[in-house]
């Protein structure tokens, strides 16, 4: 390797970094889904906190939901992180609501985390790991990195297994403080435990994807395909044109 070669090797490294920071970046919503996600739950706990009022805190955490939708709506901006975090708030205040139990309010989510933590065990044993179904669409690979890109796949089951197992150990502290402790103390801990374990798993799927090899652009080979079907059409058509123009006359006066 030259002197040359290497600066064009780290700005690729760079650009590749940036792609996948930017791709984390929308497809778990940034600083502002985080924002989303917390602000519901810390407002319930907040509330019981202080009147003990199920009613009240329900009320308040599903309304500063639906205010996150309108908010993103009157800016014109993807809902689906915030329309996410209303399902989630509708879902706790209907169990919290039917049980009259306030720490039901957590169940759903709870129930949630667990059931994605096994998802993306489970999908990685099976040979599809979850992020990749995630992400590949976000980096227009779609599912190229499954058959053409095994270097790729494997930082997808690394991220996958990261993802599952950082889910799981959030559970393993969730569940016991559910039939053990007070709704104060599992929303507390629960609020506590919403942001850091994401950016653990955020941070190690930045780390494994910057290190794998470039996605493949599903996409823009589809488009360059294309073109090249365009142009070897329009050669063809360039071609026999005036040949075919110049038969008639030629049998015309043959004949």
């Known amino acids: 390797m030259t002197s ?3 600066p064009t090797e780290d700005t690729q ?7 996948t920071e930017a791709a984390l970046f929308e497809a778990f919503g940034g600083v502002r889904g985080m924002v989303e996600t917390v602000v519901p739950g810390l407002l319930f706990v907040t509330i019981y906190t202080i009147n003990k009022d199920l009613h009240m805190s329900a009320i308040a955490a599903l309304a500063v939901s639906l205010v996150l939708v309108v908010v993103r709506l009157a800016m014109k ?3 689906k992180h915030a329309f996410s975090g209303v399902f ?3 879902f706790g205040v209907v169990f919290a609501m039917m049980t009259g139990n306030a720490k039901d309010f957590y169940l759903p989510g709870m129930l949630y985390t667990l059931g994605l933590s096994m998802a993306y065990i489970i999908t990685t044993l099976c040979g599809v790991p979850l992020l990749g179904l995630i992400l590949g669409p976000v980096f227009k690979e779609n599912l190229s990195w499954r058959t053409r890109n095994p270097g790729r796949k494997k930082a997808y089951a690394k991220a996958s297994y990261a993802w599952g197992l950082i889910l799981l150990a959030k559970c393993a502290i969730l569940f016991p ?3 053990w402790a007070d709704t104060t103390q599992l929303g507390w801990v629960l609020i506590a435990l919403k942001i850091p374990p994401f950016l653990l798993a955020v941070w190690l799927t930045w780390v494994f994807l910057a290190k794998a090899p470039a996605p493949i652009d599903v996409f823009a080979e589809m488009e360059a395909e294309e073109k090249a079907a365009e142009l070897k059409a329009a050669e063809l058509k360039g071609s026999t044109g005036p040949e075919s123009a110049d038969a008639g006359p030629r049998h ?4």
Do not use: H, M, P, S
Request: hydrophobic fraction near 40%; aromatic fraction near 8%.
């Open 88 to 90: 989630g708030v509708a």
């Open 252 to 255: 015309r006066r043959e004949g």
């Open 4 to 6: 040359l070669d290497k």
């Open 177 to 179: 403080l559910y039939w």
């Open 13 to 19: 490294q760079d650009d590749a970094r940036a792609v």
């Open 77 to 79: 901006d993807t809902v």
